[in-house]
């Protein structure tokens, strides 16, 4: 199981119809702003690790809370689960992730630098020899990535417990307490949102390979006789969840495993990629595992998870279709695809992230033209708060203060003017559009709500 293989950029980008921003702007925007920042940042930081600050978290709340919309409650045949982030010793030695969950790694004998094996163009030339800046490399060796933690008061072999290096092997083993409580037939599926580690060797590219993340995964049982059908399914259905973030053709693929690619229990294997600023990158993974696990688990637990067809009494173990997208990964995505420098012919330059305007960490923001005019302002973002994510400001001029909300991706800038008394209007601005309607403000909820919920 060599993890993440196929993330070396699988060809040169393409010129999009949109120059693609530069990471640079985007990390410092999302530091700036408060998306994202390294972990432990007053320490000097931890490398792979990573916090979400107030716009942050709300970008990935509103993130997984769609997916488990579009995966889990517009369906009948998926039921959700929140397992524990440890598990029983045993679930790594049955899933192969002790044996195999590794990365070729190589140390430089002068300089000390540790990089993946197939990574070493990355590692740039070598300080510390004499006459020469090429590294001197040990040869390869394999390298677990799964981190460990010990439990209880003792120290020994014993207690040696691991982070879950993917959130999908509890699904597995609570596959049947959730098929007979939740009374499903085959065929159905088990999805869960959780962190996942991996003691990555070279975490890099901001947030995109990081030491703790989070997955999104469903685990699909099926009838060994429908595999391809629900491959094909869940592929399209997938495909169509990246689209409803806004990826453009020309910067969303599939990439079919070559066989030598894939891991030790899949069948079949598609990547989803985007087109980072780094090259076309994997986002998700959709997976035909077999019976690999199920059968894994039943042996290495004396617990048999076959089943049986109550109609047919057909006695089998159920294959699985997996899909796993990386919610930190979809997340850079998001900010890589809705961030644009505009420079209109007349109007003032402006850095603009065009967020869907379901996902806006703010949906709306409440300008009064004047603090004199704050009553009436807060008035109507108190009762906006009640449908909506409000933000309230008050400082500066107006321009800049649209332009701050432009940065964050607020879809709707509400202003409220000295004529609003006289006229109960208020002045409603479209990010994208930039154009400005006057509307009752009994009437502004209802607007909103038609175009925040309409998906806009
Ligand atoms: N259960 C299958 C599985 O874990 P994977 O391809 O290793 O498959 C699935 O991981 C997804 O998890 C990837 O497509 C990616 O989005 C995310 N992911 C994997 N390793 C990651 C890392 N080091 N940092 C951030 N996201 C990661």
Redesign the pocket.
Known sequence: MA??AGQTPTAAPPSPSEPIAKMDAIVSLCARRGFIWQSSEIYGGINGFWDYGPLGVELKNNLKALWWQRVVRERDDVEGLDSSIIAHPRTWAASGHVEHFSDPLVDCRACKKRVRADQLDDAGPCPARKGTSEHDWTPARNFNLMLSTQIGAQQDAASQAFLR????QSIFLDMKRVRESARQKIPFGIAQIGK?F?N?IN?RNF?????E?E?A?LEFFVHPSEREKWFEHWLAQRLAFHRELGFRDERLRVRPHRPEELAHYARAAS?VEFLFPFGWQ????I?DRGDWDLRRHSEYSGKDLSITDEETRERYTPMVI?T???V???CLALLCSAYAEEKAAEAEPRTVLRLPARLAPVQVAVLPLAKKLAEPALRLAAGLRRHFAVFYDEAGNIGRRYRRQDEIGTPFCVTVDFESEGDAKVTVRERDSMAQQRIADDAVAAYLRERLEGGG
């Open positions: 993890a993440d290096a993917e959130t999908c996942a991996r990555e975490p947030t995109f390979r990081s030491r993340f997955q995964e990547d994997e986002i998700e993974g997976h997996e796993s997208v990386g930190d990964r979809t």
